[in-house]
């Protein structure tokens, strides 16, 4: 299967600080999507991003949640002032072939505990 | 919107048997994907099997093989000779096939065990 990497692994954090989690999709990708699995629940669709934009968010994906590009191959997304609800596990996702687009794999996912 | 829905949230198979998860979905569109997700106790979500809707063969993947129901939207995976190492949540997934950068909709899961 295709590899997608993330890191952390785990980011423990107090309330009200900044995180920002990292992944690296299947190589030279142009989508990339996020989602976030609260425990226990299912997985759920935070954002979509095409070609250093977003394309889709969910409403979740609020004001306190940005992602961005900051080079070729990283993505990040940044939760500005966490709340203890922001524990979960988030992961990243990313087609495999350039220009098939349908199927997504899953990075191994960032576990983000909120103290 | 699309949703998902698995009914069964917790299914036991023994090891060597054969075991079928469900999932139903709801959707207005003819044309979109379907996937089943494995997740292992280490939450790492894992690709099992995928499926196109505009194909009426059912897609196998050595032991896992898939019922898919168009009319009736339904999805269930059935697993073959059950291995201890299949114990894990299993997500059924849609994804629209509109566009090229539709997200995926999980259902809530069903969690496989495995007896030796």
């Known amino acids: 299967e295709p590899e997608v990497t993330q890191t952390p692994s785990h980011q423990v954090t107090q309330m009200g600080q900044e995180v920002i989690l990292r992944c690296v999709p299947i190589?030279?990708?142009?989508?990339f999507y996020w989602y976030r699995q609260i425990l226990g629940q299912k997985v759920e669709f935070l954002v979509s991003?095409?070609?250093?934009?977003?394309?889709?968010k969910s409403e979740i994906f609020d004001d306190q949640f940005s992602v961005e590009r900051p080079d070729g191959s990283n993505f990040t997304l940044k939760i500005r002032s966490t709340k203890l609800e922001d524990s979960a596990m988030y992961f990243c996702?990313?087609?495999?072939?350039?220009?098939?687009?349908?199927?997504?794999?899953f990075g191994p996912g960032t576990r983000l505990t909120v103290l | 919107a699309q949703t998902v829905t698995q009914s069964q949230p917790e299914m036991s198979v023994q090891e060597a048997e054969t075991v079928t998860l469900s999932c139903t979905y709801d959707t207005s569109e003819s044309d979109y994907y379907l996937f089943w997700y494995k997740q292992p106790p280490s939450r790492q979500m894992i690709l099992v099997i995928r499926?196109?809707?505009?194909?009426?063969q059912n897609a196998t993947e050595n032991r896992f093989s898939v019922n898919f129901q168009k009319a009736a939207k339904s999805f269930s995976l059935k697993i073959s000779d059950s291995q201890l190492g299949d114990a894990a949540m299993y997500f059924c997934?849609?994804?629209?096939?509109?566009?090229?950068?539709?997200?995926?909709?999980f259902g809530k899961g069903t969690k496989l065990s495995v007896k030796p």
């Open positions: 997934a849609y994804r629209s096939a509109r566009g090229s950068q539709g997200n995926l909709i």
């Open positions: 190589s030279n990708h142009l989508y």
């Open positions: 499926q196109e809707a505009y194909k009426q």
């Open positions: 996702a990313s087609p495999s072939q350039l220009y098939r687009t349908d199927t997504q794999y």
């Open positions: 991003f095409y070609n250093n934009e977003i394309s889709e």
